[in-house]
Structures are given as structure tokens and as C-alpha cells.
């Protein structure tokens, strides 16, 4: 198992451009997150699925954001009408289960919009 | 709701030195405990954490952190550092009871070790 991967690993856009990143999970971990980390910080929840279902949602993720996990696999972040202010690292991790078990991350894709 | 405070934005120390990062939690409800790793140009890693039994925990690379309850702290050791230690140390906590199970960290630590 190579891990949890994400792609693009950086991506830079104009802003008022729309934007999808892809994160490919652990395979049979059950749960997704999604994180956002701006520079000088630490990583910050989005949301999160078990399986398809989106579960939780933070207040960080408006309605500009979207993510989807259609078939409990992989899972996608999009970005409409990106804003210079989301700028940042997006982290995706996965999980076996719940609470005893360890959130693997992703390497991040980095964001920048001009 | 839960919050992180990590005391030291940056920690400068001399290869074969002692480090201490510090880590203050704040919740109303009990919590699990971790330390991260995050390499340049690498992801979040793991470091060691805390579930439950003794509070001293430690990680195969020689760091160690303690579960002080009623300090709310979850300070970050090793007797010795190396070169090969200089990352970014983020100290995390996630609820026990809520089974959405996301982590609340802090704003990490810089740890540069220097020969």
C-alpha cells in the first residue's frame, strides 16, 4: 500500500477560477478527512465521510466548497470561484475506524491563487 | 469545543541536546492526545499518542510525551536530539465520545537542530 495520495500536488489559479483536487485514500479505510493549512499554522478540519455519507461539515467549508466521495473511495475537494484568501495547503487523511485509529495524511496539494 | 496552544512557535537547539516542546489543551470533554511530525515537503506523520493506561508515552525515535490531566499539558521530549529531528511538531487532540473522531491541533512548533 502506497498510502494516501493526493493530485494535483500544486496547483496555481487564477482567482474567480474554479478548482477540483483528488485524494485517493488508504484502500478499505472507511474514513476521509479533509484539512486546510495556511501558512504559520496548523491544519484545520473541513469535513469528513464514512464511506459516501458526508458526516460532518466545519464552518470553514462555505458555500463555495464542495466535496464528494461517491463510491467510499476516492474523494474530491472543489473550490468555486476561488478567492486569494484560499490560498493554502489541503490535507487529506483516512482512517480504518473511529476513535482508535490512526489518521494517515497525504502529502497536501498546495493552492495558490493569483 | 477544543483548542491547542503550542507555546513555542520556534525552537533553535544544538545537535546532542535535550528539546522540550510544549503543548496546553483546553476542552470540556475528555480527549485523546498526539504529536505529529511534518518533514519539508512531506505530510503529517504520526508521532506518538495518547489513549489511555500510562501517561508517559513514547515513540520508537526516542521522543516521549506525558499526560499531566489537571496541567492540561501534553508535553513533547527527547533527552538528545539530532540533525535529522529539525521538522515541524504539531501536538493535536480529538474527543473520546464524538465518532467524528477530528483532530483539533495547534499551530505547530519549529524544531531546528544545529550541528
Same mark, same amino acid.
Given at each position: ?23 485517493? +485514500? ?5 474514513? /476521509?478527512?479533509?484539512? %486546510?493549512?495556511?501558512? !504559520?499554522?496548523?491544519?484545520?478540519? =473541513? ?22 466521495? +461517491? ?5 474530491? /475537494?472543489?473550490?468555486? %470561484?476561488?478567492?486569494? !484568501?484560499?490560498?493554502?495547503?489541503? =490535507? ?23 | ?115
Amino acid at each position: 500500500d502506497t498510502g494516501v495520495s493526493q493530485d494535483p500536488r500544486h496547483k496555481i489559479t487564477k482567482r474567480g477560477q474554479n478548482v477540483t483536487f483528488r485524494c485517493d +485514500p488508504i484502500s478499505e479505510h472507511n474514513r /476521509l478527512y479533509w484539512y %486546510r493549512q495556511t501558512l !504559520g499554522q496548523g491544519p484545520e478540519f =473541513l469535513t469528513y465521510f464514512q464511506n459516501e455519507a458526508q458526516l460532518e461539515k466545519s464552518r470553514l467549508l462555505s458555500d463555495r466548497f464542495s466535496a464528494e466521495r +461517491p463510491k467510499g473511495s476516492f474523494s474530491t /475537494l472543489e473550490i468555486q %470561484r476561488t478567492e486569494q !484568501g484560499d490560498s493554502a495547503m489541503y =490535507l487529506c487523511a483516512s482512517s480504518f475506524g473511529g476513535h482508535f485509529y490512526e489518521q494517515y495524511f497525504g502529502p497536501g496539494t498546495r493552492l495558490t491563487v493569483t | 469545543a477544543q483548542s491547542v496552544t503550542q507555546l513555542d512557535s520556534q525552537v533553535p537547539v544544538f545537535e546532542e541536546a535535550p528539546v522540550e516542546l510544549r503543548c496546553n489543551y483546553s476542552s470540556s470533554v475528555s480527549v485523546y492526545l498526539f504529536w505529529y511530525v511534518q518533514y519539508p515537503n512531506q505530510g503529517l506523520q504520526l508521532l506518538l499518542k495518547y489513549l489511555s493506561g500510562s501517561t508517559l508515552v513514547e515513540s520508537i525515535n526516542g521522543f516521549e510525551a506525558e499526560f499531566n490531566k489537571s496541567q492540561t499539558s501534553f508535553h513533547l521530549r527527547k533527552p538528545s536530539v539530532h540533525i535529522s529531528d529539525t521538522a515541524e511538531y504539531f501536538c493535536a487532540v480529538r474527543p473520546r465520545e464524538t465518532s467524528g473522531s477530528r483532530l483539533t491541533f495547534g499551530e505547530g512548533t519549529q524544531l531546528t537542530v544545529n550541528p
